[in-house]
């Protein structure tokens, strides 16, 4: 998930003691008595019990392959991926996002798995549409499908009862860039000043408030999954020339400046934080924390907002429609093996065993991310439910033709990334207006594919 996997971890979670078959350590699988160790990596915690368990049950039904699992925080895990590669010390077996993976295939890093899937006559059409697609760059195959994840609007729904708003309403939510529609006529409600007026009280003090209606976020990189790129797509702003692998980016698009800029205008009414005055600390924490009333999440925060030892309560919301309609990122992450592996074969074996059933029905029981077989979905739906839980917006906007939307797979995506996120800033911060910051960045990105 995720550029969408953003805020997952905080360090080095070695759980060695929990389970045979996982533990920390570094890089190189080892081969001692006919018994193999495939060296595997992921960067969730929130993942990791869900994954300990497909590791317990496959080592049962394949005694001569241990898997060992390391769990590092999302930036280091990238830094020391990156490191081990250039060593040529890589995990035989990597959780991958597909930022990230065109570089790695450039490279060679990443085995071709088209020739496996096809001897052990895998059928793809079982995980959710476009899944099995993004891993395949001119006839080979990267990867097999492991998850995905959509977006949708948190709130505190102690706060926002208290202003009048309640879910029906929520569920109804229109946007445009002129007047922000009733979204942000909720917003405002849900502002409230150290007064205790909201934003839609003439007396509001915008310079003085304790709860903002809504915290958006501004290190998204260039995809914006987490706000600002669902609503510039519901105002009709697309990417790319095309998607997958296009070449030509858009992101001089009109659409995506009046976004910006509506997003600019919720700050200057005292409705969203400054951004130069923004606590380093993430949106989910400050959302806990009383300190905002609504934002947008994906999918694999469902956890985090759940928790029973959470002294607040909060509840999911379908996206607003805009102009374009209602239009979420869907995403998805993958298992690749590295191309220097000194053991495919039972790399291969773990992959396969990953993306199947047997093991994405455990993760599904675990209730923290959806995997990627359609027929998992049901079932971690009802681990959901089971554990109390409204989670159906999330699973509705798959089943809502034409109202999700691909983020962007093509080269250059590590490198696109600080250019785009530099030129929001820039506009957010009031240094640039949106429409200059964004074609001087866009002129940068596609000069990266002459």
């Known amino acids: 998930m995720r550029s969408t996997h953003l805020r997952t971890g905080a360090a080095l979670l070695c759980l060695a003691a929990l389970s045979t078959v996982v533990s920390c350590g570094g890089s190189g699988s080892d081969t001692a008595g006919g018994r193999t160790t495939i060296d595997y990596w992921l960067w969730d915690d929130k993942q990791l019990p869900a994954y300990q368990d497909c590791a317990t049950a496959f080592h049962r039904a394949n005694p001569d392959i241990t898997i060992k699992i390391t769990q590092t925080a999302w930036n280091q895990y990238w830094q020391n991926l990156t490191t081990q590669l250039t060593s040529g010390e890589a995990p035989d077996v990597w959780t991958d996002q597909a930022s990230y993976y065109p570089q790695f295939a450039t490279s060679n890093q990443l085995l071709d798995l088209a020739p496996y899937v096809e001897k052990d006559k895998l059928d793809l059409t079982a995980y959710q549409p476009g899944l099995a697609e993004t891993w395949v760059k001119d006839g080979k195959r990267y990867g097999l499908p492991k998850d995905w994840d959509t977006m949708a609007l948190v709130y505190n729904t102690a706060m926002l009862k208290k202003q009048g708003l309640d879910a029906a309403e929520l569920a109804g939510l229109t946007w445009n860039p002129d007047d922000g529609g009733t979204l942000e006529q909720a917003i405002a409600k849900a502002t409230v000043d150290t007064q205790g007026r909201n934003g839609l009280d003439p007396a509001f003090d915008k310079d003085h408030v304790r709860t903002y209606g809504f915290l958006p976020e501004w290190a998204d990189g260039s995809q914006g999954q987490n706000g600002w790129g669902d609503l510039a797509a519901a105002n009709g ?60 999440t994906g999918s694999w925060t469902i956890p985090t907002f759940t928790d029973p030892k959470l002294k607040q309560k909060f509840a999911f919301a379908p996206l607003p429609t805009g102009p374009a309609g209602r239009k979420s990122a869907v995403n998805g992450l993958s298992d690749a093996i590295w191309a220097g592996s000194a053991h495919k074969d039972q790399a291969w074996k773990w992959v396969k065993y990953l993306a199947s059933a047997d093991c994405q029905n455990l993760v599904a029981k675990r209730a923290v991310v959806f995997p990627a077989l359609k027929s998992a979905t049901a079932k971690t739906l009802a681990a959901h439910k089971a554990q109390g839980r409204d989670v159906h917006v999330f699973t509705d906007v798959v089943a809502d033709k034409g109202s999700t939307f691909q983020l962007p797979v093509t080269e250059h995506g590590t490198e696109i990334g600080p250019i785009v996120q530099d030129a929001i800033q820039s506009a957010i911060l009031g240094r640039a207006t949106p429409q200059s910051a964004l074609k001087s960045a866009n002129d940068k990105v596609n000069g990266l594919f002459k």
Do not use: C
């Not at 990417?239 to 692998?245: G, I, M, R, V």
């Not at 070449?247 to 200057?268: C, M, Q, S």
């Not at 300190?291 to 947008?296: D, F, I, S, T, Y």
């Open 237 to 296: 702003f697309t990417y790319l020339d095309k998607n997958l692998w296009g070449t030509k980016y858009r992101y001089d698009d009109p659409k995506l400046a009046e976004t910006l800029a509506w997003f600019r205008h919720l700050i200057d009414q005292g409705y969203a934080p400054r951004f130069d005055k923004q606590s380093s600390v993430a949106n989910s924490e400050l959302l806990t924390a009383g300190k905002g009333a609504l934002m947008v």
